[in-house]
């Protein structure tokens, strides 16, 4: 009895801690939106435009792709309301945030590696194959980046030198992986989201990197 | 009696009214589409294409995150037509088209305020949340031609100096607000309309800005 | 019964060539990515994204905006092996492909013609108004190739001098008529097929274009 009310407790300490990252997901993902926006010293509009569609646009993409209707943000404004007004705390504000960007890589870092693990998991729960749930994992964790760099026309980050992307599809691939070998929710979260956080820290930390084709 | 038939009547007016404007509204847009293919020298596939999709491209991802099917133009294919018409008149008739261009860009004011409450609009007759309604009548607004621009590589208007996505913005929460306040058809559309037209004409006229970051 | 023994056995192999040209079509477009991804120096998940996008790009979209669930890829994961597939292979070998740019190029144009066919298909198979399914054959064949350019920004193909987007237009509308016409499948589709790859085709080796927009 004790032992099962604290593995509930547990449990329930687990999902807050979730429930927590997701969030934080969502606000650093936003906050990277708004700095491109500074950088191209839009008004506040444009920072929330280009902070919301990146905090929002790779679950969007997930859910119209899978078709899961209404799409998280539809059915939740709420995800909406809080992009919009971290870009505008950070229209304010984004001069003490450069100097602090290698803290936001690291917090983009864990939004990567978390979104990776619950996009997995979503797609997983709407009866998609292992290999459609490593997608859109991915998908989840780094079309947010994609479109925002797309549309503010700046290198997407699919070209970028280190290692971003493929940290994103470690980490899904190890949820699936985790996931089909039985393993209960709380581990194949935890095992991706520090995989995942492990690889994309190297990345950040050491300038870990895959080799590069070259032309011979 | 006389009275009833003669609000039937004036209804019967402000719905042919809004059906010429939703029409303006889509050629403008194919126009201004057209109007980069011709900067771009393309041929007239060339200007259907970029014409069409900045014609129909805020609608049709308003439909698809909406989950409403048929989307508009795949239930009524005269959308498209009436596009590629437009752009193909523009490939032999743009060089009288660039003269005009402040009047164009006051026909686009026209557009871009009433799509913005008649997107809305269509949202909320979806189930939406009034947040949901105001972000989807932007989205028809204003994502034709943020699409054309990415498309093309021209600079995107989310990062023009003048106000345009916020007179969408405004509009479209002036059509839900008026809404929710219990006014009708009519009052809603107008007021979001002269409303929406009055912020972007300030800008056209004026050079309206919202101020924008700058780097402290 | 020896005859219609005969017409099934040529459906059989007519079906087989279908699937054998769907494949390559599949194939060619990857590579496409593939090389794209090589010219950008690009690690080896960037050219599995890619070239993956560029393979079933245009698929994506088309099901997306008729409404088709699951979309082909996730019904059918091998298609996005495939590519991943292909992608990885080009990753070591693209200094063999670069030399072989003009063969690609006609392998383009053969998945091109097809793809506009067979997108075309799917779309009157899903109760599309024959205009739609005109578009929807072209945004097969074009798509996955006009995302490829906009995430790498690329000058788009939409651009190009050469006639691109007017084949496949011109290989859907021929299906399109063919078949309200009365004729059956294979005829359709090896009419369409082989007008677009005569266009393409014509465009490739003489440099056929339309005439363009000049300023007057």
Redesign the interface.
Known sequence: MMLSARVRQGQHVFENLITALDWLGIIVFSLTGALV??R????????I??GTITGIGGG?LRD????I???F??EQ?IY??VCAGVSILA?FT??LV?PRYRLLLWLDAAGLALFAATGAERALGAG??P??AV?MGMITACFGG?IRD????E??I??SYEIY??AA?VAAATFVGLNALGFGHEVAVSGAFLLGLALRGGAIQFGW????????
């Not at 191209?40 to 920072?47: A, I």
């Open positions: 926006a500074s191209n010293q839009m008004d506040v509009v444009g920072f435009l280009l969007t119209l792709l899978l078709d209707h209404p799409i943000w539809i404004p909406v309301l229209f984004a001069h450069h998609a194959h290999i459609v997608i994609i797309t549309l503010s026309q290198k997407s699919i070209f992307v493929t599809l990197s895959l080799s590069r084709y070259r032309a011979k």
